[in-house]
T-cell receptor, first 117, second 114 residues
Framework: DADVTQTPRNRITKTGKRIMLECSQTKGHDRMYWYRQDPGLGLRLIYYSFDVKDINKGEISDGYSVSRQAQAKFSLSLESAIPNQTALYFC????????????????FGPGTRLLVL | AQSVTQLGSHVSVSEGALVLLRCNYS??????LFWYVQYPNQGLQLLLK??????LVKGINGFEAEFKKSETSFHLTKPSAHMSDAAEYFC????????????FGSGTRLLVRP
């Protein structure tokens, strides 16, 4: 079974609709992240959470909100979807603190492809 | 601000040929360096990373990368391309003063010709 899962894998919605993307992990990591990927731009950080009570905005948080329901679950919401939110969304977790001599490393889910019409 | 540059949005090689994907970072203090691969319709998978120590890092699937401080580079290579290597490759860095921040390059799509 995958360590980081995302649901749904694909979603088509209309402008103005509220949608939620969900992420679950079995890696036991405290830190979780949401990114979006656009062609030619790499991945950009939307929100991140260091634990259930610690949630922070990333570089492109406008139009998004998140909820950390438990250590293993981190959801991303689009309150009123717009077409330029069409993208591939990734959830990630990281192992902090890392093992001795190593560096914190992020592990990614399979992604959710979102189309906003 | 820290940035990552991947030269070439698309690289095409013949099967069996050398693969070279370029990555340069912008900071004067060398960051921690990562290469991720994204196969079609899949998430990102860690290929390799450089934290400290030996500057030549070996990863999965026969890939390796060399950290060159003087050139602010971390290029990814593989001696002989396989068809299964066709994917998008992302270079990413974590600044030394940040434990969590992962800054990505724009990606390079590798095409492997039969």
């Amino acid at each position: 079974d995958a360590d980081v899962t995302q649901t749904p894998r694909n979603r088509i919605t209309k402008t103005g609709k509220r949608i939620m993307l969900e992420c679950s992990q079995t890696k036991g990591h405290d830190r979780m992240y949401w990114y979006r990927q656009d062609p030619g731009l790499g991945l950009r950080l939307i929100y991140y959470s260091f634990d259930v009570k610690d949630i922070n905005k990333g570089e492109i948080s406008d139009g998004y909100s998140v909820s950390r329901q438990a250590q293993a679950k981190f959801s991303l919401s689009l309150e009123s979807a717009i077409p330029n939110q069409t993208a591939l969304y990734f959830c990630a977790t990281s192992d902090f603190p890392p093992s001795a001599g190593d560096r914190e490393t992020q592990y990614f889910g399979p992604g959710t492809r979102l189309l906003v019409l | 601000a820290q940035s990552v540059t991947q030269l070439g949005s698309h690289v095409s090689v013949s099967e069996g040929a050398l693969v070279l994907l370029r990555c340069n970072y912008s900071s004067s203090v060398p960051p921690y360096l990562f290469w991720y691969v994204q196969y079609p319709n899949q998430g990102l998978q860690l290929l390799l990373k450089y934290t400290t120590g030996a500057t030549l890092v070996k990863g999965i699937n026969g890939f390796e990368a060399e950290f060159k401080k003087s050139e602010t580079s971390f290029h990814l290579t593989k001696p002989s391309a396989h068809m299964s290597d066709a994917a998008e490759y992302f270079c990413a860095v974590t600044p030394r003063d940040s434990s969590y921040k992962l800054i990505f390059g724009s990606g390079t799509r590798l095409l492997v010709r039969p």
